[in-house]
């Protein structure tokens, strides 16, 4: 009974609730907020699901990233997801995007989200605004229109540090648009690859080895 009592004491002394600590892995209720705001007025469906974005926050943090680029960034979602990486592996985030009314919404949830000084919008044809950058990346999401994935790739790996980690969306749901870019990043000599799914569109995950 003794020890019963014990272990109900030590559980309740851990909890979050005992504690009043959030997971460090929590979001704020600002930025729940922000995602479920993007989300909803996502007509067109083009945000990644929540899943590939906690995915993306992971890859960010545990590659320890710090030259970050997004290429098709819509209204932000998965930069903030991507700026929430970064914050943790104290990286920095360039998310490109084409139509000047999303580049807008983007830079607007990204001041909201408080991430900002990591997350940098820019507004343009990412073909024209990559060659601007400055340097080298050492994570890319690409997630622009399908049929250029394998144009994006061949712009971008020249500046792919080796152990760099490049990966694009909708590699499932979408392949019959991407068969050039899959048959390159899965037969590249300087690549491994692999094909998650964490909520059926698909990311490919592409390691550079030198
Ligand atoms: C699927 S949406 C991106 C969704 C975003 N990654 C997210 O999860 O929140 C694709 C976006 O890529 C943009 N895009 C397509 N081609 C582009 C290009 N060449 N340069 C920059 N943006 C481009 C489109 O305007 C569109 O907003």
Redo the contacts with the bound molecule.
């Keep these: 009974m003794r020890f019963v009592a014990v272990l109900i004491a030590a559980l309740l002394f851990t909890s979050d609730a005992a504690t009043g600590q959030r997971p460090s892995g929590a979001l704020t209720p600002q930025i729940e907020s922000i995602l479920r705001g993007?989300k909803a007025a996502?007509k067109?469906q083009?945000?990644?699901s929540e899943e590939?974005?906690r995915f993306l926050r992971v890859l960010v943090a545990a590659r320890g990233a710090k030259s970050i680029l997004?290429?098709?960034?819509?209204?932000?979602?998965?930069?903030i997801w991507l700026g929430l990486g970064a914050r943790e592996s104290g990286g920095r985030v360039v998310?490109?995007?084409?139509?000047p009314a999303?580049a807008a919404e983007?830079a607007a949830n990204i001041r909201k989200a408080g991430l900002d000084d990591v997350v940098r919008v820019v507004h343009?044809?990412?073909?024209k605004?990559i060659p601007k950058l400055q340097g080298t990346f050492d994570f890319v999401?690409l997630?622009?229109?399908k049929p250029?994935y394998k144009k994006?790739f061949d712009l971008v790996f020249p500046r792919l540090m080796p152990g760099g980690v490049f990966t694009a969306?909708?590699v499932v749901n979408k392949k019959k648009d991407m068969e050039p870019f899959l048959r390159m990043v899965h037969g590249h000599s300087s690549l491994f690859t692999t094909i998650v799914s964490p909520s059926g569109e698909g990311m490919s995950v592409s390691y550079r080895i030198k």
């Design positions: 993007i996502d067109g083009l945000a990644v590939d974005g997004e290429i098709g960034a819509a209204s932000g979602y998965s930069g998310a490109i995007e084409y139509d999303r983007a343009g044809d990412a073909f605004e999401f997630d622009a229109w250029d994006f969306h909708n």
